[in-house]
């Protein structure tokens, strides 16, 4: 079974300033993609980006950045140069490649704050 | 630029009362699903389809049916509803339910009380 773990329930950050979220996975399939998703107030899923298991280098979106640590099992979100509009909950999720794990696995989601 | 389109966007449902959650997308994906969000938590999967003519369930699926009507529109319903299925259901869909790598992509969410 494949397990996602979001450590931060909330986190504050200073507008302008760089955030990380924490994001740790496990499971025994060797093929696996990793995602994360921005959730504001307004309550819809957005995607935000996307790493692969056998990807070389960490995936890079705009202000998203990806940090992949593979041996450590962790997939943690970096934002650069917070804005007020960044406010929201944020979900780490995974796909296996294998049998009912190919659907998304979500961790409990971190909320968020930008303080002005 | 539609999207998965879910509707309704609000209902309230009395205990044992039954309803159908319509969703439709416009991306000609084969894969769509069906997911819950209860207060506090990330998304569990109730049921989904990889493919036209073929439903599986996911985590949580009891209390549920599904319909893939066509490529396009995939139904959830609620058949006797109970106040645990009070929550926030999500539509998605994506181009194939095999590869970790294909993105999924969420409606903007039903919300759903039952008292």
């Known amino acids: 079974a494949q397990k996602i773990t979001q450590t931060q329930p909330g986190m504050f950050v200073q507008e302008k300033e760089a955030v990380t979220l924490d994001c740790t996975y496990d499971?025994?399939?060797?093929?696996?993609?990793l995602f994360w998703y921005k959730q504001p107030s307004s309550g819809e899923m957005i995607f935000l980006i996307y790493q692969g298991s056998y990807d070389q280098q960490n995936a890079t979106e705009g202000r998203y950045s990806l940090n992949f640590q593979k041996a450590r099992k962790s997939a943690n979100l970096v934002i650069s140069a917070s804005q007020l509009g960044d406010s929201a909950m944020y979900f780490c999720a995974m796909r296996s490649s294998s049998g009912s794990a190919r659907q998304l696995t979500f961790g409990s989601g971190t909320q968020l704050t930008v303080l002005p | 630029n539609a999207g998965v389109t879910q509707t309704p966007k609000f209902q309230v449902l009395k205990t044992g009362q039954s309803m159908t959650l319509q969703c439709a997308q416009d991306m000609n994906h084969n894969s769509m699903y069906w997911y819950r969000q209860d207060p506090g938590m990330g998304l569990r999967l109730i049921y989904y389809s990889a493919s036209e003519g073929t439903t599986d369930k996911g985590e949580v699926p009891n209390g549920y049916n599904v319909s893939r009507l066509n490529k396009r529109e995939f139904s959830l319903r609620l058949e006797s509803a109970a106040p645990s299925q009070t929550s926030v259901y999500f539509c998605?869909?994506?181009?194939?339910?095999?590869?970790?790598?294909?993105?999924?992509?969420f409606g903007e969410g039903s919300w759903l009380t039952v008292v």
């Open positions: 499971t025994s399939d060797p093929s696996y993609g």
């Open positions: 998605a869909s994506s181009e194939s339910a095999g590869y970790s790598g294909n993105t999924i992509y």
